[in-house]
């Protein structure tokens, strides 16, 4: 079975650029949930989203938005990128929200560069 | 809000030390707690879990242990060797009310460098 796919694994932006970064969950998978991570500090919560709909979102400007397709695959997009938002981003899927962290899973994340 | 931090930032050790990697957590009414490592630009590789209800989990040169009365988790590396090298981060489910479902604490990590 396929793990948690993230996509691109890397890319680099100018600052003022829009960015799209896609994860696709475990089969069978309906949550998906994103997080960033700036150098030095562990992971932030960004979203979550079950069966389509927004569960949570974290203490994140409204440049950051996301969305959950049919299939469960989602994409985080960023608007008017900043020097700040260059990060890893993780993607992590689980069967639906979960009050524990054991049934869930994370990508390999998508490191992002904005210059 | 339940806040998590890791203490020390760094380490260094001889290879063939044990390692004590610590975890404090601000509420300690959580679920479970998990440790993970990761090598420098890479994702999170899952290590061990805990429950709530568990004193230590152990897998292989790795033991964790909780004590939620006290806020702490440790975890110890027995034997180190140099591919240990990387950074070790623990996290805690977010709160027990279902809107915090999902939003885990993460610490900021320890980075660990095993020397031959």
């Known amino acids: 079975d396929a793990g948690v796919t993230q996509s691109p694994t890397h890319l680099i932006k100018t600052r003022g650029q829009h960015v799209t970064l896609r994860c696709s969950p475990i089969?069978?998978?309906?949550?998906v949930s994103w997080y960033q991570q700036v150098l030095g500090q562990g992971p932030q919560f960004i979203f979550q989203?079950?069966?389509?709909?927004?569960?949570g979102r974290g203490n994140f400007p409204d440049r950051f938005s996301a969305r959950q397709f049919p299939n469960y695959s989602s994409e985080l997009n960023v608007n008017a990128l900043l020097l700040g938002d260059s990060a890893l981003y993780l993607c992590?899927?689980?069967?639906?929200?979960?009050?524990?962290?054991?049934?869930?899973?994370f990508g390999s994340g998508t490191r992002l560069t904005v210059v | 809000k339940q806040e998590v931090t890791q203490i020390p930032a760094a380490l260094s050790v001889p290879e063939g030390e044990n390692l004590v990697l610590n975890c404090s957590f601000t509420?300690?009414?959580?679920?479970?707690l998990q440790w993970f490592r990761q090598d420098p630009g890479k994702g999170l590789t899952s290590l061990l879990l805990?429950?709530?209800?568990?004193r230590e989990q152990t897998s292989g040169r790795l033991n964790a242990s909780l004590d939620k009365s006290s806020g702490r988790s440790t975890l110890y590396i027995a034997a180190s060797q140099p591919g240990d090298s990387a950074t070790y981060l623990c996290?805690?489910?977010?709160?027990?009310?279902?809107?915090?479902?999902?939003?885990?604490?993460f610490g900021a990590g320890t980075q660990v460098v095993v020397t031959p």
């Open positions: 992590a899927s689980s069967p639906g929200p979960l009050r524990g962290l054991d049934g869930y899973t």
């Open positions: 089969s069978g998978h309906k949550s």
């Open positions: 989203y079950y069966e389509k709909e927004e569960r």
């Open positions: 509420d300690s009414a959580i679920y479970n």
């Open positions: 805990i429950q709530s209800s568990q």
């Open positions: 996290a805690v489910p977010g709160g027990w009310t279902t809107d915090s479902w999902g939003k885990f604490q």
